[in-house]
């Protein structure tokens, strides 16, 4: 990516350089700033998908009854079929070199853009508080264990609700680090996504050695099977799990466009993005599945919960008490480099799968006033306010509330996206008039948003219930919520593509 300048913008009329729906973030990119190569693209995914709640996938679901390898199954599955949405969508931010937000104008019209793009946004404002969260309580644990006296910072008190003293302390510290490597720009984000991507995938690599060596071999959790033997069982608790793993990358299925309207051509993006997100996640999940195992024999009698954090088990290989490591001097060294790798993965994941797109869109908002930086301090602010901790209270509440929530609000959008780039328009946009105010893509798409309505509307009794705002709701509304995700990106994009062929509308009215 580049820190475009006013140069990369002369090929284009005056009154779009004029319009109020344009500034040099949301700008296309022209050809000759577009380098990323088939490398860029796979290392993106590899830093995004090399992250701690990547790590803590499998355990989720092995928590609710699934065997190791039934846990990778779901995980591999959910990947490739949410792999679809996201190449169809990167196809025109490589073709036409536009970000998300902008590409929603297509669909949603100019000023209905704004539905999608907040929704989009507000999720990784979600994202952006967990993974800070993470980030956070990894830099105390680290510090808890050369300063025990840390942990008992406040006697108990909590700055906001759920969140102790310490763990605000390292939070807000996290939080600051990620702000600043915005406020450096897009290109430095770049430079870092390339060099994270190795490094993370080797410091993982060592932690399995290690941990696999000094338990003579696999552990127990390898020869452990389901608990889901009963008629029906695995299903129950597949079937969920199966959305929960598309909704952990349906927000990237909306805003590929942000990264892939750098890339060279098709070939790079699409062959990039194969090499690095299924094998990436499904490596990186098997990977916290042996590490795990392999530490329940040498941490005999630990709560196996905590042996599926990573950060845990670090602090633990560097704790003197457990005496896993004799040399103090090694046992600084360990601590140091793996704060280290915990925190660039954390970083790094952060950083382009949470900022990019929700600081874009903001700045879609009033493009004249709030710029792509401004748009990440917002980003940073809100996922404060929605208090990231209580996401990750448990694996039901994550997996059940959180993923397969908000996949049924994003779901619906990838349904009428894909179905107006590909079907309605058949991937011939007119990209000037993206950025008019009064061209064809003017004002509000009703069809679009009474099709994202639609297809939100059945998934929200299933959602109600399962933060238990609501009781008494109708078995079918709750098994059809688990499906949330699929009836929401087919229903929503064939009433998108039904109302556009009854009213003869392309065009926002």
């Known amino acids: 990516m580049h820190e475009p300048t006013r140069a990369d913008f002369d090929h284009l009329p ?9 500034n040099a973030d949301l700008a296309p990119v022209p050809q000759a700033k577009r380098n990323w190569t088939t490398y860029n693209f796979a290392a993106l995914w590899i830093s ?3 992250c ?10 092995i928590a609710v009854g699934m065997s190791w390898s039934q846990a990778l199954l779901t995980i591999g599955l959910g990947n490739l079929i949410v792999l679809v949405p996201i190449l169809l969508n990167a196809h025109p931010g490589t073709k036409y070199g536009i970000p998300f937000p902008v590409l929603a104008r297509s669909a949603f019209g100019t000023n209905g853009a704004q539905i999608p793009a907040m929704l989009r946004a507000l999720v990784a404002c979600g994202w952006f508080g967990i993974q800070t969260f993470i980030g956070g309580e990894a830099v105390k644990t680290f510090i808890e264990a050369i300063w025990p006296a840390f942990a008992h910072l406040g006697g108990g008190a909590s700055v906001l609700p759920g969140l ?15 702000i600043l490597i915005i406020y450096r720009g897009m290109n430095a984000v770049r430079v870092f996504e390339n060099w994270a991507a190795p490094l993370v995938l080797v410091m993982a690599a060592a932690l399995l050695w ?14 452990s099977p389901s608990k889901l033997t009963e008629p029906g069982a695995f299903w129950k608790v597949f079937v969920p799990s199966l959305t929960g793993m598309i909704g952990f990358w349906a927000t990237l299925s909306l805003n590929i466009p942000d990264f892939t309207r750098y890339g060279r051509g098709q070939k790079e993006q699409i062959v990039g993005q194969i090499l690095g997100l299924p094998t990436t996640m499904i490596a990186f999940s098997a990977m916290g599945v042996m590490v795990t195992s392999a530490s329940a024999a040498i941490l005999p009698g630990v709560d196996t919960a905590k042996l599926w954090d990573p950060v845990f088990i670090l602090s633990q290989l560097t704790s003197a008490d457990t005496g896993l490591i004799e040399s103090g001097t090694t046992r600084a060294i360990v601590a ?6 915990v925190a660039v993965a954390t970083v790094s994941v952060n950083i382009a799968a949470n900022v990019v797109s929700p600081a874009n869109d903001f700045a879609n908002l009033a493009p004249r006033r709030i710029s792509f930086k401004t748009g990440g301090l917002i980003t940073g602010i809100l996922g404060i306010v929605m208090h990231p901790w209580l996401l990750l209270a448990n694996a039901e509440s994550y997996i059940f509330n959180w993923l397969i929530g908000y996949s049924a609000l994003l779901g619906p959008i990838a349904g009428i996206m894909i179905a107006d780039y590909w079907l309605l328009r058949r991937r011939t946009l007119n990209v000037n008039d ?7 893509y003017r004002g509000v798409n009703v069809v679009s948003v009474v099709a994202l309505v639609v297809g939100i509307l059945p998934n929200l009794p299933g959602f109600l219930a399962s933060v238990h705002l609501v009781e008494g709701v109708s078995p079918f509304f709750t098994d059809l919520y688990v499906y949330a995700w699929f009836t929401g990106t087919l229903l929503a994009g064939s009433i998108y593509l039904v109302g556009t062929k009854l009213t003869g509308a392309k065009a926002a009215a």
């Open 14 to 22: 005056e009154d779009i350089l004029r319009s109020p729906l344009f």
């Open 48 to 50: 995004m998908a090399h």
């Open 52 to 61: 701690i709640p990547t790590y803590m996938l499998a355990g989720g679901l």
């Open 164 to 178: 102790s003293v310490p763990s605000a302390i390292t939070f807000f510290v996290f939080w600051a680090l990620n």
């Open 210 to 223: 290690w941990t696999v060596d000094r338990a003579g071999g696999f552990g127990p959790l390898m020869d």
């Open 336 to 341: 140091v480099v793996a704060l280290f790798g």
């Open 434 to 440: 993206l950025y008019r105010p009064l061209g064809e």
